[in-house]
């Protein structure tokens, strides 16, 4: 069930697996295929609340798998202004589809400039090759 | 697999008006509790005569894998013979049924085989006191680092000592019990030879520091051979040693935690003496301390008078407190006593044997599967199943399901973190060598089948009650008792 | 000289050195520096054979007043119930008794299902919907559950009845200290609390806790308590005895968020304090915050229903630092005692049991005569006050092979002179008439 590797170009991705998708002054976060491949299929989702704030580089919330419990990290610092829903219901959503139907919390930013420090496709995959 | 009836939840076989017990029904007056406290409903208790009582537990016992089954190589656990004769021992009514309360004058014999037990793990540790209270090796752990805290703030320098080193390959529990304790965690790395980088902790250990927890033998199987330096650098900084006494079999006689420059250490009686594991427990965690710490020692003490008699001393105003109820899990020191009684110096030969055992698998396993630190192991060995994942799509996982085949339980998997694939395997010192051939043939074969027949291994074990199960849907779908009101009612 | 336990011979030992390619066993402990070794014989008593440890420890035994050997009415905490034979002959089959805990499921469906089953017996019990696979002991689980309410409500103080067994408050503010909590006692009034005074002690807690019965053998007014820690904001906390749920309100059921307790009275004898087991169950919001094991329901590839470990990140072996706790061996076979107990009395008998043990206090409390030392009505124990001081009563009494039961002045001063009495199904009318006498003699 789980989607092939793939990492889409249009993303910025943060060196611990996580992808924000900049939407003017707004950006929606989730985690990478390869970030999902090595948790395994996932069960929990532990959300911030709406309306709280999230630090670039600090962890925002949880995932979890059988196994394994892993910090979120904000790519961006900003405020948390939607969570996905579906997310908690049906978390396993994630391992099919990371980058679309599996997104995490949509943020309004507080410094869109942040973005500058974030890695574009190519240098993600030149992480993960590297790892 | 067909062998294997499914077997109904005790719930499933209950028919009301059944009832297995015989209480005694005497004249008695009428006696009610008030009714606002009093029941309603009764709980859903089974409702079965004692025939299908045994039988229900039988069948449970038949799906179930002890060291009496089969070999049992799982890493860190030491699952050794649990000697019969300590369960009559135990269950002698002179210590079944001695309660608690009872005077210390009418328990002098259990006060007694508690403090020769104190004794005996002082002189194994090379340590001075001992408490017998933690009821488990995580207690112990937690108590010993209480203890770490009471000491320095007594010193005054709680405030500024915070820090608690661990290394990397420590157990999940090390970690928890710093949290528990209130320190913080601070994580230092292995080398390349499996020992703690001397560089890196040097560049932690200051001030700020309040223990090193460390396990000795590592969780790799491995010596620290910068053990000296080590515990030079620590006290050097006013720090002190906590040893978790995980893996004491390997060096039972041979080097002490005392001796190795450690002030608190925790036993696991149910690992390394022999207690059995139970399914989960009971064990019983004591810890041995260096003389400064023993007024921090949890209360009360057992003391001798002149007259030689035995009390119990709760005067104790440094004390921690206390961590358990009573002096500790009794049951589970009286096999220990006699375990220990059994051996008396010759501890050390079966150290030596388990570690014998260790690397004569080591040496007949290491061209098979990975070895990443090239060194002689102690009493187990921790090999790597990530060729045969790269190769063949094997996993340690697979390997781990497959030797249930060959009626042997798995070693533990996944464990120590800084190995990949890892598989840690402790054979003990009460396995024949006929036993540990077959083991070492058995996971010959199943390299061999990880290239020829990859697909058995991915849907091992083939001879079980169950084959794999989901565990993702034990989360997402919790369902962690009974269903009453989902199923249907039992036609009996 | 547990050479019986060794299984190597010496053509063994040479054939398994050659494999290894050393010339002996020292050889497999060089890297272990000078300073750091033993270089002398561990000064222990000489081996002893079979036949001289049982001869040793009957010795240590017989050294010790057991129930058997004296009319005993000792409870305060730890109760001498009947265990049936069956208990016994189930937990020393040796694929329990050998057995780790369950990380390999498919080797371990027995152990998985019945601590499933037991987790859902504790539920039925205290009318929780999620128990964990034990814990430790009715001590330990209370700082359990201390740990688990600090971390749902962000709060720092915990209140405790003063009625709660002073062990457990003992063995709480053991742990408080690191787990950075405040706690804060509430004295009893007449050997009960009083709601009001539990109310003010609960502001700003993260938990109240009281026992019921407490420690007196009183029976609190426990749902106004429940409702009290409630209105505070903080969670109802209740330290039962499981023997007394057949006539006793379960906890879940009148307002309590947690339901902790000792384990013992439930198929594990007494063995001078251990090992036996505690117990927590609660609300199913507060699963992800459980320490310990919990068993799951789930199906393997071909759809059986089978049993496994689950909600595991919540252990020390994934979360490390961030775990509810660092618990790992538990006491399950000790649970699984309980859970053949209390399967061999079902509904009824607990009831049954429930009543007799009512009934015997009652009588007891009749025959004997002697002031309560409290007015609130009891379950199977009671206090007294004694002209002269309670220990010295028991000692009087023991010489006449009577325990007439446990001094309270031991823990609160003040009640010196006060005895607490325990009755259970194993004490008959007749062992009543003789406590009767003895204490009158004692006290003429």
Sequence with gaps: MAAAENYPADLKYHSEHDWARIEGGEAVFGITWKAQDMLGELVFFQPPAVGADVAKDGAYGEIESVKAVSDLVAPLSGKVVAVNEKMQSAPETINDDPYGEGWLVRVKLADPGEADALLDVAAYEQLLAEE | MSEWRELPLIFELSKPGRSACSLPRYELPKAEVPAALARAEAPRLPELAEPDLARHFSALADRNFGVDSGFYPLGSCTMKYNPRLNERLAALPGFADLHPHQSPEDAQGALELCFQLQEALAEISGLDAVTLQPAAGSQGELTGLMLVRAYFQDEGELEQRRKVVVPDTAHGTNPASVTMAGFELQPVKTDARGNLDLEDLRCVVGPDTAALMLTNPSTLGLFEEGIVELARIFHEAGALLYYDGANLNAVCGISRPGDMGFDVVHFNLHKTFSTPHGGGGPGAGPVAVRRELEPFLPAPRIVRAKDGALSLDSKRPKSIGRVRGFLGPFGVLVKAYAFIRVYGPALKEMSEVAVLNANYLLSRLKDVYELRYDRLCKHEFVLSAATLKREHGISALDVAKRLMDYGIHPPTVYFPLVVPEALMIEPTETESLETLDGFVDAMRRIAAEAADTPELLHQAPHGRPVERLDEAAAVKRAIVRYEFEASAPTSG | ?444
């Design chain 3, 1 to 444: 000289m547990g050479t019986g336990y060794l299984a190597l011979t010496n053509a063994d030992r040479e054939t398994m050195l050659r494999a290894i390619g050393v010339a002996s066993i020292d050889e497999l402990f060089a890297d272990i520096p000078e300073q750091a070794r033993l270089k002398r014989e561990l000064e222990l008593p000489p081996p002893a054979s079979e036949v001289e440890l049982e001869r040793e420890l009957t010795g240590l035994a017989s050294r010790n007043v057991h129930t058997g050997q004296e009319l005993s009415f000792l409870g305060a905490g730890v109760y001498d119930h009947y265990v049936p034979a069956i208990v016994e002959a189930v937990i020393s089959r040796p694929e329990f008794l050998t057995a780790y805990t369950p990380y390999q499921p498919e080797l371990s469906q027995g152990i998985l299902q019945a601590i499933f089953e037991y987790q859902t017996v504790i539920c039925e019990l205290t009318g929780m919907e999620v128990s964990n696979a034990s814990g430790y002991d009715g001590a330990t689980v209370a700082a359990d559950a201390c740990f688990m309410a600090a971390h749902v409500t962000g709060r720092k103080k915990i209140a405790v009845a003063e009625t709660v067994n002073p062990q457990v408050r003992q063995v709480v503010k053991t742990y408080a200290p690191g787990f950075g909590l405040e706690i804060v006692e509430v004295p009893h009034t007449d050997g009960v609390t009083d709601p009001d005074a539990f109310l003010a002690a609960a502001q700003d807690a993260a938990a109240a806790i009281f026992q019921q019965p407490n420690f007196f053998g009183c029976l609190e007014a426990a749902p106004d308590l429940a409702r009290a820690a409630s209105e505070a904001g903080a969670l109802a906390v209740a330290h039962v005895d499981p023997l007394s749920l057949g006539v006793l309100e379960a906890p879940g059921n009148y307002g309590c968020q947690i339901a902790i307790g000792e384990g013992q009275a439930a198929g594990n004898r007494l063995s001078f304090g251990g090992p036996h087991f505690g117990f927590l169950a609660a609300k199913k919001d507060l699963i992800r915050r459980m320490p310990g094991r919990i068993t799951g329901q789930t199906v393997d590839r071909a759809g059986r229903r089978g049993f496994v470990l689950t909600f595991q990140t919540r252990e020390q072996h994934i979360r490390r630092e961030k775990a509810t706790s660092n618990i790992t061996t538990n006491q399950s076979l000790c649970a699984l005692a309980g859970l053949v107990y209390l399967s061999w009395l079902g509904p009824r008998g607990l009831r049954e049991l429930g009543e007799t043990c009512l009934g015997l206090a009652e009588l007891a409390k009749s025959k004997i005569g002697l002031p309560l030392a409290f007015d609130a009505p009891f379950f199977k124990e009671f206090a007294v006050r004694t002209k002269r001081h309670s220990e010295e009563v028991v000692r009087e009494a023991k010489k006449l092979g009577v325990n007439p039961g446990y001094p309270l002045g031991r823990d609160y001063p003040g009640l010196e002179n006060v005895l607490l009495i325990s009755l259970t199904e194993k004490r008959s009318p007749a062992d009543i008439e003789r406590l009767a006498e003895v204490l009158g003699e004692v006290l003429a």
